[in-house]
């Protein structure tokens, strides 16, 4: 629990009128959190992909309301290696879409 509050406070001072998002811990070893953050309504896609640009897994499909979101992945039967973690927002009124990305590496240990 320590972990998700450490990361909803990162995702509020790296908050930008646009969106934000926020992997931990990173680099992960079986699970790891994505936190967002938009300022309206609307619906959220998160995929992984690995470093060639091939999708590795669909990770979330959902309607973002308000406020801080936080999801926690089991990542434990990806192998280890580098991806990067794309989350698409298209507003609820369709008038704003955004990717945002970041880059995560998995470690075996």
Known sequence: QSDISFGVSI?????NENG????????ADNTFTVGYKFPSSGNVQLNMFDETGKKVTSILTEEYLNGNAVYNYNCSQIPAGNYVVGLEYTSSTGDKKMLLEKKLIIVKQ
Not at 20 to 27: E, H
């Open 20 to 27: 934000s998002m926020i992997i931990y811990p990173n680099p």
């Open 11 to 15: 995702l509020n001072l790296e908050s």
